[in-house]
């Protein structure tokens, strides 16, 4: 979903906690977030996500765009 909508697949790379050169990797395509975690050098429960609100929309609609 990346080309199509990039800055919504970015937020969610950024609440989980991973920056886009990890989370995009093609190197890491098939890793789960702990295993994501683990190449950081963190242990999965220590790995800090950002809480979200509830109803909280990744994906903004654009004005005139549906």
Known sequence: ???VVPV???RIGEH???SPDL???WDHAFETPAELAAVLGEKPEEHAIVLLPPHYD???E???VR
């Open 62 to 64: 654009k004005q005139g």
């Open 16 to 18: 989980m906690g991973f």
């Open 1 to 3: 979903m990346h080309p």
């Open 58 to 60: 990744f994906f903004e």
């Open 8 to 10: 919504g697949c970015e």
């Open 23 to 25: 989370f995009f990797s």
